[in-house]
Nanobody, 116 residues
Framework: QAHFVESGGGLVQPGGSLRLSCVAS????????MGWYRQAPGKNREFLAG???????NYAAAVEGRFTISRDHAKNAVYLQMNNLQVEDTAVYYC??????????WGSGTLVTVSA
């Protein structure tokens, strides 16, 4: 059973927007900080944004001002609103909790392709 299921990716033109969703299998993770990450072809996975259980967010410099992380405890969900997407944002996007055994919780991700 997957702990997290990411969705919402797709093909979008430069300057476009997408909203990614990450739904957890249980409400256990509502008490945990969560993060969004991405991995582009041939590159390491990178941190994009994090959000505490209480809703405090922080962002990597590469996406600050363009991406917004949010969460809905009632839906066991974390979201990533992505605006003004650029070709370099093309990657597989993942969510992951800030827990000691976090490597056990990587999902399949959702592919975002930005292309004209």
């Amino acid at each position: 059973q997957a702990h997290f299921v990411e969705s919402g990716g797709g093909l979008v033109q430069p300057g476009g927007s997408l909203r990614l969703s990450c739904v957890a299998s249980s409400d256990f993770f509502n008490s945990k900080a969560m993060g969004w990450y991405r991995q582009a072809p041939g590159k390491n996975r990178e941190f994009l944004a994090g959000i505490t259980s209480g809703g405090t967010a922080n962002y990597a410099a590469a996406v600050e001002g363009r991406f917004t992380i949010s969460r809905d405890h009632a839906k066991n969900a974390v979201y990533l609103q992505m605006n003004n997407l650029q070709v370099e944002d093309t990657a597989v996007y993942y969510c992951n909790p800030f827990v000691p055994d976090r490597n056990n919780y990587w999902g399949s991700g959702t592919l975002v392709t930005v292309s004209a």
